[in-house]
């Protein structure tokens, strides 16, 4: 049973690019959380979703961010236009549809914006 | 903004020795979540708990929730190197996410 599968595991980007990063439930898994963690620090929320619906994106930022998690594949969450701030490791949890306290986590991808 | 607070931010101590690490916050949670994270990986659920005053036993790790609900702490008797880590807490919070405390990395030398 394949654990939350995120890839890619590192990421580089230059300053105005995009970066994509991908998120695969374990199997059975309908809900969706993506976490950003700076260097020293805890995990922050940033949205929770579930298929072809966005449920709570309150920790997203206004701009340059989105995330989606499509009927078919796995979730993307996309940042447009990166900056160095956004440099950061990234994880993905998903869990059943019995509870939020049930997330399991995937390795993380850590972005570095150049 | 929830907060949780956790102390020490920072633990260095020596094989065989015990710790207490504390979770706290202002707010009630329904549940708390104690998670262990490994350099390059992600966090690795290590127990929840959800009645106030509950206390829970996983091996040499010992966890309890406080009467009301806004605190935890973890107890480690005897520690290892295999222990070393991040160690944080989580509480649900609006029945849709988790908030995460500031986190407790803990070095256990040999």
């Known amino acids: 049973n394949a654990g939350v599968m995120q890839n890619p595991r590192h990421l580089v980007r230059r300053r105005g690019q995009e970066a994509r990063l991908r998120c695969s439930p374990m199997?059975?898994?309908?809900?969706v959380y993506w976490y950003r963690q700076l260097p020293e620090e805890g995990l922050k929320f940033m949205v929770y979703?579930?298929?072809?619906?966005?449920?709570?994106e309150s920790g997203m930022p206004k701009e340059r961010f989105s995330a989606e998690f499509p009927k078919e594949g796995p979730s993307i969450l996309r940042i447009q236009q990166v900056v160095r701030g956004d440099s950061a490791a990234y994880f993905c949890?998903?869990?059943?549809?019995?509870?939020?306290?049930?997330?399991?986590f995937g390795p993380g991808t850590r972005l570095l914006v150049l | 903004t929830q907060l949780l607070e956790q102390s020490p931010q920072f633990l260095s101590i020596q094989e065989g020795e015990n710790l207490t690490v504390y979770c706290n916050s202002s707010?009630?949670?329904?549940?708390l979540q104690w998670y262990r994270q490994e350099p390059g990986e992600g966090p690795v659920l290590l127990v929840t708990?959800?009645?106030?005053?509950e206390v829970k036993k996983l091996k040499r790790l010992t966890f309890q929730f406080g009467d009301a609900r806004k605190d935890s702490s973890l107890h480690i008797t005897a520690a290892q190197p295999g222990d070393t880590g991040l160690y944080l807490c989580?509480?649900?919070?609006?029945?849709?996410?988790?908030?995460f405390g500031t986190g407790t990395r803990l070095q256990v030398f040999p």
């Open positions: 199997k059975g898994h309908s809900h």
């Open positions: 707010s009630v949670f329904s549940s």
């Open positions: 949890a998903s869990s059943p549809p019995t509870g939020v306290e049930t997330q399991y």
């Open positions: 979703l579930q298929k072809e619906n966005i449920i709570d």
């Open positions: 989580a509480g649900v919070y609006n029945t849709d996410k988790l908030i």
């Open positions: 708990v959800v009645t106030g005053g």
